[in-house]
């Protein structure tokens, strides 16, 4: 009785202890747990689990959460001050630069199974899940720091009379929510190859998008001028509310004051936005793995291929104007009686209207899409024994159409019937401190498991460049237990 209250009592505690600590979603780690249904969530032709099937229970089956950025870390922003500031925090914009890359990016990715299994007839696997996904990045070049940081120490171009003009290169920012529907099939061929693929129904619930943002500067070395002309595309989808204005300084081509953006609310909460179906999407999955013999495979995958087409619910926003700053004069300052005196204050709340009103986003087109961050994997696994299992894999995200790259290395572990741990190390887009770890529990029919592909947050969150965590409940049918006995019957 005692030794089946701890198989109860010790996953929920663990699950609880890395549930509370949110962090991309991890992936890496999870991928050679024996027994974990969830494993092959990044390989459709990768059957990790053995028994008839598994069913995820609804809402639990699969929770994870995750953040990473490629260089920026809290603790590259702000740092306890000394002397009469030590028991603050100060803004450090000299490590704040140095931490910056040419391209620099911030990704989140969370999602949650409402409804999951899958089930084995012969050599045909098949499955189902429907789930709600969230996914939000954004990315900005180096030269907006240099602008922000350096002022006309960025500018090497050359100078025309008296101006120089540096372009910003692209920045964006890309936040939506949708429901998918996957089904997914997979076959075996030869004892060798295994060839899997999953289709996906997208329905986009809300999405927010600041696209093709860039700015142009002008500015003369002796500061007299600055003059900053921004562009850039805001479009949202859904429910989201929008407060809209007349700008007097603006008219369409009837004389009527054209409007602008000015501010975008979340919604009021209506169980209804969960089951919108207006804007469709789908993407598609397709995996392979090779056996090379019964201890070694290898695999490929690529993930994600589609996009969500935006079309209901849709207002987009162009971004409009110019701001120009050629000084404040402040000669007659101190004397109220001089002519033409104006007082300091106002004259610097005038520049701040100036920058407000240059700054606004004007009604434009419509109609966008959101193209889901498509991902490949290579794999390679070997299980020597029945008890251990060592795998490599390497993963290519790409974000903006630029290629993210992150390598693991793993070995698991089968403990007694009910106990899987698995181990990683890994280089993650930029960052090299990454240890993993994953565990699965069975009690009877009732599996556990969670993973992280970074515990170290733990310890020190502010250091890291990302966080991540995943965890669920299964129902396993066809009941079996880890252990020798059933070697014969694993897949890697």
């Known amino acids: ?76 922003i702000f740092r306890k001050g000394t002397g009469e500031r030590k028991d603050s925090l100060v803004l450090d914009m000299n490590s704040f630069y140095d931490a910056t890359k ?16 899958g089930f084995r007839a012969g050599d045909n696997v098949f499955m189902m899940d429907i789930s709600t996904r969230n996914i939000a990045y954004g990315f900005y070049d180096k030269s907006l720091m240099d602008i922000l940081y350096k002022g006309n120490g960025a500018f090497d171009t050359p100078v025309s009379n008296g101006i120089q003009t540096l372009n910003t290169k692209e920045m964006g920012f890309e936040a939506y929510q949708f429901n998918q529907i996957a089904i997914g099939y997979s076959r075996g061929y030869n004892d060798q ?37 921004p562009e850039g595309v805001l479009s949202g989808a859904g429910p989201l509310e929008y407060t809209v204005k007349d700008d007097p300084g603006k008219v369409d081509e009837n004389g009527f004051p054209q409007q602008y953006l000015a501010g975008v609310g979340l919604p009021t909460f209506n169980a209804a936005y969960f089951t919108n179906m207006s804007n469709y999407g789908g993407a598609f999955d397709l995996g392979v793995e090779y056996k090379y013999n019964h201890q070694l495979v290898f695999g490929a995958s690529i993930m994600d291929l589609g996009f969500i087409r935006w079309s209901q619910e849709v207002n987009s926003f162009e971004q409009q104007g110019s701001f120009k700053y050629t000084g404040v004069d402040i000669s007659n300052g101190f004397n109220e009686n001089a002519p033409g005196y104006e007082d300091p204050s106002n004259a610097f709340s005038s520049i701040k209207d100036s ?52 390598s693991t290395i793993t070995a698991g572990t089968l403990i007694g019937e009910w106990l899987n741990i698995s181990t990683s190390y890994s280089y993650i887009e930029g960052s090299y401190d990454n240890v993993g770890l994953g565990l699965a529990t069975r009690t009877g029919p009732i599996q556990f498991y969670l993973a992280t592909d970074n515990i170290l947050p733990l310890f020190k969150a502010s250091d890291m460049h990302g966080a991540s965590c995943r965890f669920g409940i299964n129902i396993i049918l066809g009941l079996n237990k880890y252990g020798s006995d059933n070697f014969d019957d694993y897949d890697l």
């Open 102 to 117: 040419e391209y620099n990016y911030l990704y989140q990715e969370s999602s949650v199974s409402l409804l999951s299994y």
């Open 193 to 229: 190859i295994v060839i899997g693929f999953r289709v996906k129904f997208l329905a986009g619930l809300s999405a927010l998008k600041l696209d093709d943002m860039r700015f142009e500067v002008q500015t003369k070395e002796d500061g007299t001028l600055l003059e900053i002309k």
């Open 1 to 76: 009785m005692r030794d089946r209250t701890v198989r109860f009592v010790l996953p929920l505690v663990i699950i609880l202890l890395f549930s509370y600590h949110k962090g991309l979603s991890q992936e890496l780690t999870l991928y050679f747990m024996d027994g974990v249904p969830q494993a092959g969530d990044f390989n459709p032709a990768h059957y990790p689990y053995t028994g008839v099937g598994y069913i995820g229970v609804p809402g639990l089956g699969r929770l994870d959460v995750g953040a990473r950025t490629n260089g920026i870390r809290y603790s590259d």
């Open 355 to 406: 920058v407000t009103n240059s700054f606004r986003f004007h009604p434009s087109g419509n109609v966008f899409k959101s193209v889901l961050p498509m991902k490949a994997y290579f794999s390679v696994g070997y299980r020597p024994n029945w008890w251990l299992t060592l795998g490599a894999i390497s993963r290519v995200r790409f974000q903006n159409w630029k290629p993210c790259f992150s």
